[in-house]
């Protein structure tokens, strides 16, 4: 298990970002905004990831000695994707779940699926420009964030966490919009 480059971090971020962007835009409002029993809809799903997004994008934005101050120094190598994805897993499993303002408030067709999906849209093009322009290779490894369910993660991590997350999401909306077709 090998680490993934920052040039597969941002192109996995990518296909992962266009795959689900894909999906909702062929979706049908009524399929968008509309929440299966004590589930949340694909219109939650998306604002969860938007606001996730958004925060971890911080993180690339914020200077190295802040990121120190807060988090402290790596005194460990970078997990590779797979172990990353193996530690959210079992995060998930022991009953980790989303807190705070990382869970949706209800969103009717009201708000409307452009306005939404222009948050989404802006969101992962921060993201993008924001490990392109202000990571290199190395400090991927040399910073670390506090993240609610993994604990204090590298950058590099960081990336591979927002890649699953937003593939985890992605199988979740396929599931919910399969089962109603």
Known sequence: MQHLTKDQVIKAAENSFEALTQLCNHM???DFFSPPANKWSVAQHIKHLVVSTNTTTLAYRMPGFILTWMAGKPNR???SYEELV???QQKLAEGGRATGRFVPPAIT????KQALMLQWSKATSKFIQSVTKNCTETNLDDYLVRHPL????TLRELGYFTI????HHLK???SLHNSRH
């Open 150 to 153: 993994l604990g204090r993660i």
């Open 164 to 167: 699953y997350h937003t593939e």
């Open 86 to 88: 193996a530690k959210y």
């Open 77 to 79: 190598n970078s997990r």
């Open 28 to 30: 049908a409002d009524a």
């Open 172 to 174: 979740i909306i396929q």
């Open 109 to 112: 067709e009201a708000y409307g």
